[in-house]
């Protein structure tokens, strides 16, 4: 059974970059057909897609987040990893990775000063 866990700072600066890192166990992110998401929730607002790094490497991002989001990812560590440049308060919220089927616990990440 496939299970994804995210890791990183919980505190980033403003104008900082966010980086995160989601560490996936039970199969392979290069397995053909999935897709590797990247999703979070701001404090009492819903749930806000970032972007994916498909099977293949091809990634995919919200118009609202394309000119800051980076997903990459380690096909040797089973990882993939988001980066979000410029952050502003407006930026915190609890932070998923996800697959097609399974998600993440989350990580709660604050950007203050």
């Known amino acids: 059974q496939v299970q994804l866990q995210e890791s990183g700072p919980g505190l980033v600066s403003p104008s900082q970059t966010l980086s995160l890192t989601c560490t996936v166990s039970?199969?392979?992110?290069?397995?053909?057909?999935?897709?590797w998401s990247w999703i979070r929730q701001p404090p009492g607002k819903g749930l806000e897609w970032i972007g994916y790094?498909?099977?293949?490497?091809?990634?995919f991002y919200s118009p609202a987040l394309k000119s800051r989001a980076s997903i990459s990812r380690d096909t040797s560590k089973n990882q993939f990893t988001l980066q979000l440049s410029s952050v502003t308060p407006e930026d915190t919220a609890v932070y998923f990775c996800?697959?097609?089927?399974?998600w993440g616990q989350g990580t709660q990440v604050t950007v203050s000063s």
């Open positions: 039970g199969g392979s992110i290069a397995t053909n057909g999935d897709y």
């Open positions: 996800s697959s097609i089927k399974t």
């Open positions: 790094i498909a099977y293949s490497g091809t990634t």
